[in-house]
Every structure is written in structure tokens, then in C-alpha cells.
């Protein structure tokens, strides 16, 4: 049974930065895909990046140029290096994993997920 575990959210004011990880058990990470998706009370869970096993990569359009997403093969870890943080990054981020090869924004294309971490920008 694979597992995730999230770490690394927290409070930060805007412009900060923080760095999310997410621990993989029982998949090795190099044939797994794994994303990044957020959520906010009363809102959708919400893609914001993911990288695949084939190596590619693929972010929602507003946190392109300040997040990146990257992977430690030798621990089965992921990380989500989050820069110049705004207030409507704030929510739950939940990392989540699929075999398939293909990244996709929808939710219901994973089958692993974690319980999430919360991160919250101040203004």
C-alpha cells in the first residue's frame, strides 16, 4: 500500500518562502508521478504542480515562476520549493501519486494521497 506523508507547511508573511515535502512508502519514486494540489473551505482541490517519472514537469500558470517541484530519488521524497509567497497561496497542500506516466490536473487521476499540511501567507 503506498503512503504520503506531507511536511514542511506552515505561516510565513508574503514574500517568504517555504519548502514542502512529501515521504513516498511503498512506490519507488522513480516510476511514480507525483503532484501537488491545494485547497481552500468552500473551494475545489486545486492543481498546482506535479513531475512525472519520465521527468516532466508541469505547474498551474500563477505559481510557474515561483515554485518547483523536485525529487530526491535515494530518499522517495518530494519537495515543493514555494518562493515569494502571496495570501491566495494560502490552503491545505496535499501531495498525491499515480503510476501513470501522464501528468493530469484532475484530482480523481490519482490514487494515493496524503493527509495534507497548511500553509498560510500573511499579508
Known amino acids: 500500500q503506498v503512503q504520503l506523508v506531507e511536511s514542511g507547511g506552515g505561516l510565513v508573511q508574503a514574500g517568504g518562502s517555504l519548502r514542502l515535502s512529501c515521504a513516498i512508502s511503498?512506490?519507488?519514486?522513480?516510476?511514480?508521478?507525483v503532484a501537488w494540489f491545494r485547497q481552500v473551505p468552500g473551494k475545489e482541490r486545486e492543481f498546482v504542480a506535479a513531475e512525472s517519472w519520465s521527468g516532466a514537469s508541469s505547474a498551474k500558470d500563477s505559481v510557474r515562476d515561483r515554485f518547483t517541484i523536485s525529487r530526491d530519488i535515494a530518499k522517495n521524497t518530494v519537495h515543493l520549493q514555494m518562493n515569494s509567497l502571496k495570501p491566495e497561496d494560502t490552503g491545505v497542500y496535499y501531495c498525491?501519486?499515480?503510476?501513470?506516466?501522464?501528468?493530469?490536473?484532475?484530482?480523481?487521476?490519482?490514487?494515493?494521497w496524503g493527509r495534507g499540511t497548511q500553509v498560510t501567507v500573511s499579508s
Open positions: 498525491a501519486g499515480t503510476g501513470q506516466i501522464i501528468i493530469r490536473s484532475q484530482p480523481t487521476s490519482y490514487d494515493a
Open positions: 511503498g512506490r519507488p519514486l522513480r516510476v511514480y508521478t
